[in-house]
C-alpha cells in the first residue's frame, strides 16, 4: 500500500508485483523529464527520460507515461526486485533552463 | 570508475570554519553542476558551469559559497564560515550537453556536518 511518512511518500510492494510511482510537476511549460533512483548512501541514478512531446517511453523493466494536461507523469516498475528498493525523484526541465528541477521523492520498499 | 568523483565522502566541521569540496566529473563532459540535498528532500540547484565558465547560480547560493571550475575539468565548492544550517549532502553531476536533453550524471556526494 502506499503511505506518507514522516519525510517521503513511501510505497510498499512484494517482490514480482508491478510498482507505479507518481509525480506531481510543477511547470506546464517544461519541455523535458527524468525519472532518478536513488539507494541510500549514493547520488541519484538516471533510469529514464522523456521529452514533452511524447507520451509513454519504455525501457528494460520500466515505462515512464506523462500526462501533460494535468501535469503528471508516472513510472511504472515491472516485476519489481529488492534491488530495486530505493527513493525515486521525477525531475523537469523548463525551456530557457539548462538546469534539472527535482520532485520530492516516492520511497519504495519491496519485500522478498 | 569513470563516473563523476567527489572527494571527501564525509566531512565534518565546526561552525565557522571554511570547507571546500572537489568534484572530478566524466572526463568528456562540459557541463558540471553543483546540487545540495538535505533529508528527505530532492537536489536543489546551486550552479553549473559549461567548461570554465560559470552561468547560472541559485539564490541558495549566499555570498559565503563560491565555486570554480578553472580549467574546465575539475571543480571546487568552497564554504566560508560554516553554520549549521548548510548541514547536508553536496552533489555534483556532469553531463555532455545536448540541447534541451540534460541527461545529468551524479556523484555519490559529500556528505557536510557543522557542528
Known amino acids: 500500500g502506499e503511505s506518507v511518512g514522516l519525510h517521503l511518500p513511501t510505497l510498499s510492494v512484494q517482490e514480482g508485483d508491478n510498482s507505479i510511482i507518481n509525480c506531481a510537476y510543477s511547470?506546464?511549460?517544461?519541455?523535458?523529464f527524468i525519472w532518478y533512483k536513488q539507494e541510500s548512501g549514493k547520488g541519484p541514478q538516471f533510469i529514464i527520460d522523456?521529452?514533452?512531446?511524447?507520451d509513454k517511453r519504455q525501457g528494460q523493466r520500466v515505462t515512464v507515461l506523462l500526462n501533460k494536461t494535468v501535469k503528471h507523469l508516472s513510472l511504472q516498475i515491472a516485476a519489481t526486485q529488492p534491488g530495486d528498493s530505493a527513493v525515486y525523484f521525477c525531475?523537469?526541465?523548463?525551456?530557457?533552463?539548462?538546469?534539472?528541477?527535482f520532485g520530492k521523492g516516492t520511497m519504495l520498499l519491496v519485500s522478498p | 570508475d569513470t563516473g563523476v568523483s567527489q572527494n571527501p565522502r564525509h566531512k565534518i566541521t565546526k561552525r565557522g570554519q571554511n570547507v571546500t569540496f572537489r568534484c572530478d566529473p566524466i572526463?568528456?563532459?562540459?557541463?558540471l553542476y553543483w546540487y545540495r540535498q538535505t533529508l528527505g528532500q530532492g537536489p536543489e540547484f546551486l550552479t553549473y558551469?559549461?567548461?570554465?565558465?560559470?552561468?547560472?547560480k541559485s539564490r541558495l547560493l549566499s555570498d559565503r559559497f563560491s565555486a570554480e571550475r578553472p580549467k574546465g575539468s575539475f571543480s571546487t565548492l568552497e564554504i566560508q564560515r560554516t553554520e549549521q544550517g548548510d548541514s547536508a549532502m553536496y552533489l555534483c553531476?556532469?553531463?555532455?550537453?545536448?540541447?534541451?536533453?540534460?541527461?545529468?550524471?551524479f556523484g555519490s556526494g559529500t556528505q557536510l556536518s557543522v557542528l
Open positions: 553531476a556532469s553531463s555532455n550537453s545536448q540541447g534541451i536533453e540534460e541527461k545529468l550524471f
Open positions: 511547470n506546464s511549460a517544461s519541455d523535458y
Open positions: 522523456i521529452r514533452s512531446n511524447m
Open positions: 525531475a523537469e526541465i523548463v525551456p530557457g533552463y539548462s538546469t534539472l528541477t
Open positions: 572526463s568528456e563532459h562540459n557541463r
Open positions: 558551469f559549461q567548461n570554465e565558465a560559470q552561468l547560472e
